[in-house]
């Protein structure tokens, strides 16, 4: 399985932009489903935020639609989510997952089938 370090987190104001960063080792992500999620607090339920398939496909959480956007290095390795026109209820600490051959590339089933998690990286949108 791939393993999967985030980095790039930290505090900005609302309306301002961060990108955190996913990045891969021990194997080409290519062929898997790669993910964001956040928590908003220890206990509390991880959120889908967007993902890849291993086909391109892209999906979008309806909360981050038209401000959020995913891109890749697939030299690096590296996942990007670049996030614009933050809100205080982005806050949350950002996870990165992944899943391998998962077609079905959503949130939902990312969530259930993930064998590959990082550490999470804290974004904090004051207002």
């Known amino acids: 399985q791939v393993q999967l370090v985030e980095f790039g987190g930290g505090s900005v104001s609302a309306g301002g932009s961060l990108r955190v960063s996913c990045a891969a080792s021990g194997h080409s992500f290519r062929p898997y489903c790669m993910g964001w999620f956040r928590q908003v607090a220890p206990g509390k339920e991880r959120e889908g935020v967007a993902t890849r398939g291993p086909d391109g496909d892209i999906t979008y959480a309806d909360a981050v639609k038209g401000r959020f956007s995913l891109s890749q290095d697939n030299v690096k390795n590296i996942l990007y989510l670049e996030m614009d026109s933050l809100k205080p209820e982005d806050t949350a600490v950002y996870y990165c997952?992944?899943?391998?051959?998962?077609?079905?590339?959503?949130?939902?089933?990312?969530?259930?089938?993930?064998?590959?998690w990082g550490q999470g990286t804290q974004v904090t949108v004051s207002s």
């Open positions: 997952a992944a899943a391998h051959g998962l077609y079905d590339c959503w949130s939902s089933n990312l969530a259930n089938l993930a064998r590959s």
